[in-house]
Every structure is written in structure tokens, then in C-alpha cells.
């Protein structure tokens, strides 16, 4: 879990890189001022990038921007929307990719573990989906 000043911190080079469109990642380390908060920066950009990289790939919709994941994990407390006890390791959708697309309305943070035991539960993955 983070800090609210280290989440205001995330905010502000999250961003920077909308704007900016640039992922040049020697600024985003400049900006994001400790070691700690680039790597989330990081990580959480490449998680970003990679779902909206697959959303296109299936011809569906790819609106998430890095800001927006943020915020969605911030709102979640850095844990799994569905057993709130973990810290997420992965992002899901409620709707599968294909049908929901990468959207706000559409990820959510999960563990492994819940991801797991959703998917084996409905053999659709609905509601949920990585």
C-alpha cells in the first residue's frame, strides 16, 4: 500500500506520461523520486500496456490509461476487489476482454487466487476475466 503522498506523487508522473505521450522511462524515474515509486510507475505502466496491447489485438475496446488504473487500485487500497485481504497481483475484467474491452468500467485489481478460483467457478469467465 502507498501513501497519499506517494500516491499524489504516482498521479502526477502517471499524468505526465498522458500527456506527454512519452514513456521515456530515464524521466519517469527523474519524476517519480524514489526508487520505490518508479518501479510501481513501472510496472504499472507495462501491466497498462500490455492489457491495451491484447484489447486491440481482439478488436475491442482500449481506453484504460495509466492515471485511471491508478486510481482504480488506489480506490481498492492496493488489494483484491474481491477478497480484500491480499494485495493484487493482477488486473481482471469483469466482462471478458473480448465482450468489455480495457476500460475503467471494466479492470479490476485481483490476487492470483481469486483470479483463479472465478475462472475455474464460470467456465465463461464471466463477470470476471484476465
Given at each position: 500500500?502507498t501513501?497519499?503522498?506517494?500516491?499524489?506523487?504516482?498521479?502526477?508522473?502517471?499524468e505526465?506520461?498522458?500527456?506527454?505521450?512519452?514513456?521515456?522511462?530515464?524521466?519517469?524515474?527523474e519524476?517519480?523520486?524514489?526508487?520505490?515509486?518508479?518501479?510501481?510507475?513501472a510496472?504499472?505502466?507495462?501491466?497498462?500496456?500490455?492489457?491495451?496491447?491484447?484489447?486491440?489485438?481482439?478488436?475491442?475496446?482500449?481506453t484504460?490509461?495509466?492515471?485511471?488504473?491508478?486510481?482504480?487500485?488506489?480506490?481498492?487500497?492496493?488489494?483484491?476487489?474481491?477478497?480484500?485481504?491480499?494485495?493484487?497481483?493482477?488486473?481482471?475484467?469483469?466482462?471478458?476482454?473480448?465482450?468489455?474491452?480495457?476500460?475503467?468500467?471494466?479492470?479490476?485489481?485481483?490476487?492470483?487466487?481469486?483470479?483463479?478460483?472465478?475462472?475455474?467457478?464460470?467456465?465463461?469467465?464471466?463477470?470476471?476475466?484476465?
Open positions: 500500500m501513501t497519499q503522498e506517494d500516491m499524489r506523487l504516482l498521479l502526477h508522473v502517471a505526465w506520461t498522458v500527456q506527454n505521450h512519452r514513456h521515456v522511462m530515464s524521466a519517469i524515474r519524476l517519480a523520486g524514489s526508487e520505490q515509486n518508479y518501479l510501481i510507475i510496472r504499472e505502466l507495462d501491466r497498462v500496456n500490455a492489457h491495451i496491447a491484447r484489447a486491440r489485438s481482439l478488436h475491442a475496446e482500449a484504460l490509461t495509466l492515471v485511471e488504473w491508478l486510481v482504480i487500485v488506489d480506490a481498492h487500497q492496493w488489494k483484491c476487489a474481491y477478497c480484500q485481504e491480499k494485495p493484487f497481483e493482477v488486473m481482471t475484467h469483469r466482462i471478458p476482454l473480448q465482450k468489455g474491452g480495457t476500460t475503467p468500467s471494466n479492470c479490476l485489481p485481483a490476487c492470483r487466487g481469486c483470479c483463479t478460483r472465478r475462472k475455474k467457478k464460470s467456465p465463461d469467465r464471466a463477470p470476471l476475466s484476465d
